[in-house]
C-alpha cells in the first residue's frame, strides 16, 4: 500500500523554520495517541495528546494531526527553536492502564 | 510537586547480582509502570499497576519482579542481573491515559 508522511529517523531544520514530524501506529484499536519529546538523558516529556474521535488538536506551538484511515500522526512544529532539539516519538494506547506502544523516534536537531 | 522520582540514577552491576529500582509518585495516581529503553529504541513495557496491591506483566518482564504496596512506590527488582539487561529504566505514572515519566535510571551489568 501507499506509504503516507514517510518516518524519518533524522530531521534538520533551520531556527524559525516549522517542522513536521511523522509517525505510523499500529494497532486500529488504539484510541489515545500522545506526541513526547526526550532529550538527552531525561525521561519522555509530554508534549500533546489527541483521541481518536478527533483529527486535530492544537496547543502553544505544536499541533497534532490523525489520519485514522491510514494509522498516521504527524506533529507540527511551529517557528523551531534550538530548545526543540530532541527525539520525539509517538505513542499509542487503548486505554488507561494499558501500555503505551512507542513508534520509531525521530531526532530533531535544529540550527541557529 | 516532584512528579516522578527514580533512584539511583545510574548503576554498575556485575552479572549475577541482584538490585531494586526505586520509584516514587506525589501525584496520587493509581497507574504505574516501569519501561526499558535500549540505545536508539523506544520504550518497552516491563510491569504495570493498577493499584496498590495489583501488578501485572508487560511486554518484556522476564528476569524482573515487582511489588505495590502502597499508592506512592513501585519498586523494581532484578534478581540476577545479566548483560542483556544494561539498558535504561524508566518509570511512569498516570491517572488516565497520559502517562508521566521520571528522569530514568541507567543500568550497566558487565
Known amino acids: 500500500g501507499e506509504s503516507v508522511g514517510l518516518h524519518l529517523p533524522t530531521l534538520s531544520v533551520q531556527e524559525g523554520d516549522n517542522s513536521i514530524i511523522n509517525c505510523a501506529y499500529s494497532?486500529?484499536?488504539?484510541?489515545?495517541f500522545i506526541w513526547y519529546k526526550q532529550e538527552s538523558g531525561k525521561g519522555p516529556q509530554f508534549i500533546i495528546d489527541?483521541?481518536?474521535?478527533?483529527d486535530k488538536r492544537q496547543g502553544q506551538r505544536v499541533t497534532v494531526l490523525l489520519n485514522k484511515t491510514v494509522k498516521h500522526l504527524s506533529l507540527q512544529i511551529a517557528a523551531t527553536q534550538p530548545g526543540d532539539s530532541a527525539v520525539y516519538f509517538c505513542a499509542e494506547t487503548s486505554g488507561a492502564g494499558t501500555a503505551l506502544i512507542f513508534g520509531k523516534g525521530t531526532t530533531l536537531s535544529v540550527s541557529s | 510537586n516532584a512528579g516522578v522520582t527514580q533512584t539511583p540514577k545510574f548503576r554498575i552491576l556485575k552479572i549475577g547480582q541482584s538490585m531494586t529500582l526505586q520509584c516514587t509518585q506525589d501525584m496520587n495516581h493509581n497507574y504505574m509502570y516501569w519501561y526499558r529503553q535500549d540505545p536508539g529504541m523506544g520504550l518497552k513495557l516491563i510491569y504495570y499497576s493498577v493499584g496498590a496491591g495489583i501488578t501485572d506483566k508487560g511486554e518484556v518482564p522476564n528476569g524482573y519482579n515487582v511489588s505495590r504496596s502502597t499508592t506512592e512506590d513501585f519498586p523494581l527488582r532484578l534478581e540476577l542481573a545479566a548483560p542483556s539487561q544494561t539498558s535504561v529504566y524508566f518509570c511512569?505514572?498516570?491517572?488516565?491515559?497520559?502517562?508521566?515519566f521520571g528522569p530514568g535510571t541507567r543500568l550497566l551489568v558487565l
Open positions: 511512569a505514572s498516570s491517572y488516565q491515559e497520559t502517562q508521566y
Open positions: 489527541i483521541r481518536s474521535n478527533m
Open positions: 494497532n486500529s484499536a488504539s484510541d489515545y
